[in-house]
């Protein structure tokens, strides 16, 4: 068996590169600052988004069925009482969680169908007049996710994170 030597090898044992590398490793233990900043920037996001009642791609949420929207209340989709809107973050370990605490988020993030339990139609008040409804579709209206301009600040956090904690930025070869 023979040894494979590499034609050139340079080692690097520069003061500079050394404690700029130790900086990094230190700078990377604790993220609690910068997640805080990305749950700060995503909840924003979020809440934006459901004033114009896009999801994070940005394509606008099913419309309203017209007899229910005729009824309603409050300024528009998934915005009755604002509950659903009243979106949170918070940190746990190096990570951070944005979202919503209501029971019924994940059904507008996801969408469902709802059939009866006990009964053999669904009973409910739609427009003033009673339906009997065997299912009702509820379409999905995602709010939670990353936006495309969700990632760019993200990135720019982190990036002033790292530089901050390296103690500058470093010029680029």
């Known amino acids: ?53 896009v999801s994070p ?40 969680q944005v979202g919503s605490s209501v029971v019924y988020a994940r059904v507008h993030q996801f969408g469902a169908v709802i059939l009866p339990k006990t009964a053999a139609a669904l009973v409910f008040s739609l427009g003033g007049r009673i339906v009997h409804a065997m299912r009702v579709i509820i379409p999905a209206r995602p709010f939670l996710g990353l936006s495309a301009e969700d990632l760019i600040e993200i990135t720019a956090i982190l990036d002033d994170h790292f530089i901050a904690g390296t103690g500058g930025a470093a010029e680029r070869v």
């Open 1 to 53: 068996m023979t040894e494979k030597t590499p034609g050139a090898l340079l080692t690097i044992d520069d003061d500079a590169v050394v404690s700029g590398l130790a900086r990094l490793v230190a700078a990377s233990v604790d993220l609690r600052a910068p997640l805080a900043n990305i749950g700060q920037v995503v909840r924003q996001s979020t809440i934006d988004r459901f004033a114009r009642e």
């Open 57 to 96: 791609a940005g394509v606008p949420w099913a419309p309203l069925n017209p007899e229910y929207r005729a009824g309603k209340k409050g300024p528009g989709i998934l915005r009755e009482n604002r509950r659903l809107s009243d979106i949170v973050w918070q940190l746990g370990g190096n990570a951070v």
